[in-house]
C-alpha cells in the first residue's frame, strides 16, 4: 500500500492488519499480499465507522475475527481475503463478478456462502435443525465457510461482557445448541471448549463462578502433583534423547459441571480435574515409532490400565485426529490420562480438518476429502424431514468404528455393528443392490453378517437380487439406509414429488406462504411421520386440498392474532407492566404491558434470579430462568417470542416455590436437625418433606416457599452446616 493511503486507514486498523500479515506469513507467496490489500481497502472504504450492534467498531472485530481464524483455526489467505469482502458483499456495496475477476472463483464461492450463512439466525421461522442442516449444505461446497463462521461467534462470545444481558442469553443459548456442538464434529476441541465455559458462564452464573472458584483454590494443589507425577517421565525423555514438552491443564469448567451432572455427584468427587499431554518434536517418518517408545518410558514407570489404551495413530479417527491414550496410576494412587503426540498431530488436534491445508501433499489430505466426501453423500439424497437428516448424519458421524479390508488391501472404516451389507453399498450402489452375501477371510456368510475389525471382505452378488424392506433392519450407515429407501420407494418419490407441487400451487392460489413450519403444523394435525407421506396423501387424494386450507388459514389466523396484540400493547405501552394494585413483584418488557404472566414449574424462578419472559400463545407470558433446562431451546428456536423481565422490590411481600435437595449420613438425628433449622426460620412455608434412607446414608427433598434468592441461599448455607450433611443445592 502507498503511504497516502496507510495514513487515510489509521493506526488503529494499519497495527491490527500488520499483526494479521505476520501471523498469514504470506511474503512467499507472489501477488498475495496485493490481494490482501485490496480486499482490507474494501473493508475499510465500505465499512469504516461502522458499528455491530454491541457498539464494537466493525473492522475491529473482522480483524480480531481473522486473527482468530489465523491463529487458532489455521485457515489461510484465501479465507481472510472472503472475510474482508463479504460485510460489503452482504450489503451489495460489491459485485459477485468483481470479487470472482479480481480475487478468483474460490474467494466468490466462500463470500456468498457466508453472506448465506450469517443470515440463518435472523430467519426466526426456521428451527435449529433447518439452520444446522443449512450449514451443512455451504459445508458441501467450501468447509472453511464454517470455519471462518466460527471464527467470528468466537470474536463475538468474547465481547459478551460488553453486551446486554437479553443478548449474552441469546447468543449464550445459540452456541450451546449450534457452534460448540458443530466445533466439535470439525475437530476444533479448543474453541468448543471455550465456547461451553463461555455459554455456561453467562446461563448458569452460580455454577460457573463456583467451579472456577474451586479450581483457583485447588491450584498449587494440582501443580505439585503433576511436578511430581511428570518429574520422572522427563528424565526418562531426556536419557533417550528426545526434543519434547510436556503440559498439564485442568479440564474446562463445562466439562467438569457436565461430569458432576452426569454422575450426580459434587465438585470434590471429581478426581480426573485435568490431564496431562507430551508433545514430541518428531520427523514424519519416525513420529509414530516415537510416540509408542515414549508410551513404553511412561507405562515404566506408572502401571497401566489396559483396558484404557486408545491407539488413535495406527488408525487415526474420521476427521484426522491422531494421538495415542493411556491411563495410569500416578503418586497417591490416582488415576491420570496421558496423550501422547507429535507437534503435527497436536496441531490437527487443536485446530481440526482446517490443519489438514499446513500439512498439504501428506496421507492426512487425503483423509480430508475422504470425509468431505461423505458428508456430500449424506446431503446428495434429499430428506424432507430435518429431524431424520440429523439423526443420519450423527449415525455417520459419532458411531464407534470399526475398520476392515478389501480383497485389494485397502482399509475401510465403518460405524459398529454395520453389516456386509453396509460393505457392499459403501463400494457402490449398484453393488449394494445386487448383494447376496460376502466372504469374509475366505468364509461365506449372509449380507446380515456384522463386520469385525480387521475382516478381510470380498462381496458376492446376482443380477436378480432386487432391495428388500427388511434390509432397512440390519444396515447402519446413512448412505446404505437412504439407497435403499430411494430404490423401495421410486413410485412413492414420484407421487410425493407430484403432491408437493399441488401444494406448492394451491398455496400460491390462496396467497399462504409456503414454510417448512406450515409443514411440520400439518404433519402434526394429520399425525404423519414425515412430509413424504404428507405429499402422497395430497396426491392421491386421500387429503382433502380444502381442509388444508381451513387448517393452515386458522393457524396464521392465531398467529396474526397473537402479534396483533403484542403490537396493540406497544402502542399502549405504559412505565411497567402492573397487575392487581399492590401486587407488582415483577416488570415484563413495557412492550407487553398488562399481559398475564406465571412462573414456569421447570425451573420454579424466585425473586432474584436472572430470568426472560416467554410469549405463549393463549397462556400469555411464562417467566423462565436464564438456566432454566429448557432456555437454550426456547431462545435458539423462538427468539421472537423472548421478552425482557426483572424483579422489582415494589409492592407486599410475595413467596415463591422451591425445592432443596440434601445429601447426609446417620438418619434419624440428621431429621431432626433439618426440622429445626426450619422451623427456626417464621417466614419458611414447608409443604414436603420427602427422604430415601439406604445403608446409613439418605437423601432428601424439601419443599417450600421462599421470599428471595437470598432468603434461599440462606437456608442453604444453614442446612449445609448440619453435622453429617454432605451437600444442600437448590433443585434443578
Not at 459441571?257 to 480426573?272: L, T
Request: proline share 3%.
Amino acid at each position: 500500500m502507498s503511504d497516502d493511503i496507510l495514513q487515510n486507514i489509521g493506526k488503529k486498523y494499519l497495527d491490527r492488519y500488520q499483526g494479521l500479515l505476520d501471523e498469514l506469513n504470506i511474503q512467499t507467496i507472489k501477488g498475495t499480499k496485493d490481494l490482501l490489500d485490496k480486499a482490507f481497502l474494501i473493508l475499510v472504504e465500505r465499512r469504516k465507522d461502522k458499528k455491530i450492534f454491541y457498539k464494537k467498531d466493525l473492522i475491529l472485530s473482522v480483524l480480531d475475527a481473522s486473527q482468530i481464524a489465523v491463529r487458532e483455526i489455521g485457515l489461510g489467505y484465501t479465507s481472510i481475503i472472503s472475510l474482508f469482502l463479504y460485510h460489503a458483499y452482504s450489503k451489495e456495496e460489491i459485485d459477485v463478478g468483481v470479487i470472482k475477476k479480481t480475487f478468483g472463483n474460490p474467494v466468490a464461492i466462500i463470500t456468498d456462502g457466508l453472506t448465506k450463512v450469517s443470515k440463518i439466525n435472523k430467519e426466526t421461522s426456521s428451527s435449529q435443525a433447518e439452520n444446522f442442516r443449512k450449514l451443512l449444505l455451504n459445508l458441501a461446497k467450501d468447509v472453511r465457510v464454517i470455519l471462518i463462521r466460527l471464527a467470528e461467534q468466537t470474536e463475538l462470545m468474547r465481547e459478551m461482557e460488553h453486551m446486554k444481558e437479553e443478548e449474552q442469553i441469546r447468543i449464550a443459548s445459540e452456541a450451546s445448541y449450534l457452534y460448540a456442538p458443530l466445533a466439535h464434529r470439525l475437530g476444533l476441541y479448543l474453541i468448543k471448549s471455550e465456547m461451553e465455559d463461555i455459554s455456561l458462564k453467562y446461563t448458569n452464573r452460580s455454577t460457573y463462578d463456583m467451579i472456577a472458584r474451586k479450581l483457583a483454590l485447588t491450584m498449587k494443589t494440582r501443580k505439585d502433583f503433576i511436578s511430581e507425577f511428570i518429574h520422572p517421565i522427563k528424565l526418562a525423555l531426556e536419557k533417550q534423547g528426545f526434543e519434547f514438552d510436556i503440559k498439564g491443564r485442568p479440564k474446562s469448567i463445562y466439562s467438569i459441571w457436565n461430569k458432576m451432572r452426569k454422575k450426580e455427584v459434587e465438585y470434590e468427587d471429581i478426581y480426573d480435574l485435568f490431564a496431562l499431554r507430551i508433545i514430541l518434536r518428531s520427523e514424519l517418518k519416525n513420529e509414530k515409532a516415537d510416540c509408542w517408545q515414549v508410551y513404553s518410558a511412561v507405562t515404566d514407570i506408572y502401571q497401566p490400565n489396559p483396558l484404557r489404551l486408545r491407539d488413535w495413530i495406527s488408525v487415526p479417527k474420521t476427521n484426522g485426529y491422531e494421538s495415542l491414550h493411556t491411563t495410569v496410576i500416578g503418586p497417591e494412587g490416582r488415576w491420570v490420562e496421558v496423550q501422547i503426540r507429535s507437534e503435527r498431530m497436536n496441531e490437527i488436534a487443536e485446530k481440526g480438518v482446517a490443519a489438514h491445508w499446513k500439512y498439504k501433499g501428506l496421507e492426512d489430505e487425503q483423509g480430508l476429502e475422504e470425509w468431505l466426501i461423505k458428508i456430500r453423500e449424506i446431503l446428495e439424497t434429499p430428506e424432507p424431514d430435518a429431524d431424520n437428516f440429523i439423526d443420519d448424519f450423527k449415525l455417520s458421524l459419532y458411531a464407534k468404528e470399526i475398520f476392515v479390508f478389501t480383497p485389494k488391501g485397502e482399509l475401510r472404516k465403518f460405524p459398529d455393528g454395520s453389516s456386509v451389507l453396509d460393505f457392499a453399498y459403501d463400494i457402490h450402489t449398484d453393488v449394494g443392490a445386487m448383494c447376496t452375501g460376502a466372504k469374509v477371510n475366505g468364509k461365506t456368510v449372509p449380507i446380515r453378517y456384522k463386520l469385525q475389525n480387521g475382516d478381510k471382505v470380498e462381496i458376492l452378488t446376482a443380477k436378480n437380487q432386487m432391495p428388500k424392506l427388511d434390509w432397512l433392519n440390519f444396515v447402519v450407515t446413512s448412505k446404505a439406509q437412504k439407497k435403499i429407501r430411494q430404490k423401495l420407494n421410486e413410485d412413492k418419490v414420484k407421487e410425493a414429488e407430484n403432491g408437493k407441487e399441488i401444494v406448492k400451487r394451491r398455496f400460491k392460489n390462496w396467497k399462504i406462504d409456503y414454510t417448512d413450519d406450515v409443514i411440520r403444523k400439518l404433519l402434526k394435525h394429520y399425525k404423519l411421520p414425515n412430509a413424504q407421506e404428507f405429499y402422497c396423501d395430497i396426491s392421491l387424494n386421500k387429503i382433502d386440498l380444502a381442509e388444508v386450507k381451513e387448517f393452515v388459514s386458522a393457524e396464521n389466523a392465531e398467529i396474526e392474532s397473537e402479534f396483533s396484540t403484542l403490537e396493540e400493547l406497544e402502542i399502549n405501552r405504559k412505565p411497567s407492566a402492573t397487575r392487581e394494585p399492590g401486587e407488582d413483584y415483577l416488570i415484563i418488557d413495557e412492550k407487553v404491558a398488562s399481559v398475564d404472566f406465571k412462573l414456569a414449574r421447570c425451573c420454579s424462578p424466585i425473586m432474584g434470579d436472572n430470568i426472560f419472559g416467554f410469549v405463549k400463545i393463549h397462556e400469555g407470558i411464562k417467566i423462565h430462568r436464564t438456566n432454566c433446562p429448557n432456555a437454550a431451546q426456547l431462545i435458539g428456536k423462538y427468539g421472537y417470542r423472548v421478552v425482557k423481565a426483572k424483579w422489582t422490590r415494589r409492592g407486599p411481600e410475595s413467596i415463591f416455590p422451591v425445592d432443596i435437595l440434601v445429601t447426609g449420613e446417620d438418619y434419624a438425628r440428621i431429621i431432626k436437625s433439618i426440622s429445626e433449622v426450619i422451623s427456626k426460620d417464621l417466614k419458611v412455608n414447608v409443604r414436603l418433606i420427602a427422604i430415601d434412607e439406604q445403608e446409613g446414608m439418605f437423601r432428601g427433598k424439601i419443599s417450600l416457599l421462599v421470599r428471595n434468592i437470598e432468603h434461599l441461599d440462606s437456608l442453604i448455607k444453614q442446612l449445609g452446616s448440619i453435622k453429617g450433611i454432605y451437600s444442600a443445592s437448590r433443585a434443578e
